[in-house]
């Protein structure tokens, strides 16, 4: 099985396929699409409406203003003012629109995003940073709010509005119009430069605040450790350096977009300037009127206007486009373990019988952990394995929780081939608990039931009771609904593994996988306690020990030795010390 390559370097992506990230985008918009709709039409309106002022002041200075009269400069003012106040009104009603839109389409790509990692592998989580993986669903979405607001349909409108004031120009005087037009293939190389520069600087700068928020995620949890070994001065060096990279991809960004702004406003400047030259002279030589030349002045600014804007688009478009370029690639990624069609469902309630025939697995091609293991544990069966680190006893657990598929074999639950059956509905009768309990943030109940509802507060107390939690839960202030920090700081180690115990019994599982190191850090008395807790349990549910301590599976039914993979031996403790083999090594 080969580990997922979606990496940190691969955020550099050589080729930019623009057209088929906005056709994936736009299918998360097809059911918002007539908000969509509304808004280019609002914004076609608005463009309109400011075609017409120019035109309006046109009107009133050659008509009126010229022929000294102003007996009808009254409606031509409330013509314009009423220009003014529908342009509010449309471009108001846009803007809701397109942050409606927005918002929705964020919210939908952010929930999908985060379904899609909660179906990944373990493998891939082994390979990615989980802060990289936070600021896909963070700063990547958030860069498509600008983008649907400010960017992709106001584009639209600007485009428009340079075509529109094109043909008012022409309309208005064609020589004057052309010498406007004359820059436009300056301006559009000068565009096209922009965007490919813009694009290169928004994936560096994307890339450097992935790696810096990877590297702050990682620091951040593993605080004690860096102060136990005095690491705080490197750690910050390395921080500074990744600082460093990314202020130096911001200004990179800025550099750039300071250089287009002021060009695109000389070459204003001076279209502007010739326009009042060559307009000049054509009205003295009474070939174009005052209030002709006035408007073409206003319509030369509106002209550059959207075309300075088209720079700041550009600005929004490029950093959506490195957003949605990272967002699509994790979102191929394929996922994990994945159900068969036509998938076995399991019943309510199994017998607990774990059966290994020939199973043969490798994380990596070539690299065998196991090689042709077989055992059948029956149901209520207590069988420990031990091994060598290496020896390939984690790995059981994995395959029989179906974190990975076996290249060979099968593996049995109740004489049902776990491959063949639904994910969820294998992990449902099985329990685990890890030698390194996750507490999430919340109170003791939901950490024991996991927000689940179907699990009462009943199971939730009888579980704490039968592992021994309770006796320490109930010394808390608010019992059971004491607030937990962050990863259970204020819980001691111990008290942090019998609350992952009682986890695993709440949802009354028939197998029971425990980790013996979970025990490995808890006082004597507190080990006791969990010990007889297992005992009991064993009664009627499977329980599988990974053994790394020897003195904690004396009591087993059967212990079953690994070594590189495969099974040597097999048989009680006292059984296996009389064979004085590697059990037999190893407990010496």
Known sequence: MAMHGYNEEDDVIGKAYDSRLVGRLMGYLRPYGWRVVLAIALLLGSTGLLLVQPLLVRQAIDRDVANGTTGDLWWISILYLGSLGLLFVFRYTQAIQMVQVSQRVMNDLRLQLFRHLQRMSIAFYDANPVGRLVTRLTNDIAALDQLLTQGAITIIADVFMIVGVAIALFLINWKLALITLVVMPVLAILMRWFAVVMRNAFRRQRLHVARMNAFAAEHISGILLIQLFGRQKRDLAEFDDHSSRLQAANMSVVHQYALFEPVVAMVSAITTGVVIVVGGRLVL???????????????????????????????????????????????????????????????????????????????????????????????????????????????????????????????????????????????????????????????????????????????????????????????????????????????????????????????DPEVMLVLDEATANIDSETEALIQDSLERLTARRTSIIIAHRLATVRGCDRIIVLNRGEIVEQGTHEELLALRGRYFRLWL
């Open 285 to 507: 030589g009474e070939t174009l009127t005052i209030g002709s030349l006035v408007a073409f002045l206003q319509l030369v600014a509106m002209y550059y206007n959207p075309v300075r804007e088209i720079a700041d688009r550009f600005n929004i478009l490029q950093s959506a486009m490195a957003a949605l370029e990272r967002i699509f690639t994790l979102l191929d990624e394929p996922e994990g373990v994945q159900d068969s069609e036509g998938a076995l469902e399991l019943p309510d309630r199994i017998r607990g019988e774990v059966t290994f025939e020939g199973v043969s697995f490798a994380y990596s091609e070539g690299t065998w952990v196991l090689r042709d293991v077989s055992f059948t544990i029956a149901p209520g069966e207590r069988v420990a394995f031990v091994g060598a680190t290496g020896a390939g006893k984690t790995s059981l657990i994995n395959l029989l929780l179906r974190f990975y598929d076996i290249q060979q074999g099968r593996i049995l639950l109740d004489g049902v081939d776990i491959a063949a059956a639904r994910q969820h509905q294998v992990r449902r009768h099985i329990g685990l608990v890890l030698q390194d309990p996750f507490i999430f943030t919340g109170t003791i109940e939901e950490n024991i039931r996991l927000r689940d509802e179907s699990v009462s507060i009943e199971q939730v107390r009888k579980a704490a009771r039968l592992v021994g939690a309770d006796r320490f839960i109930q010394q808390l202030p608010d019992g059971y609904q004491h607030k937990l920090v962050e990863r259970g700081a204020n819980l001691s180690t111990g008290q942090k593994q019998l609350l992952a115990f009682a986890r695993s019994v709440a949802f």
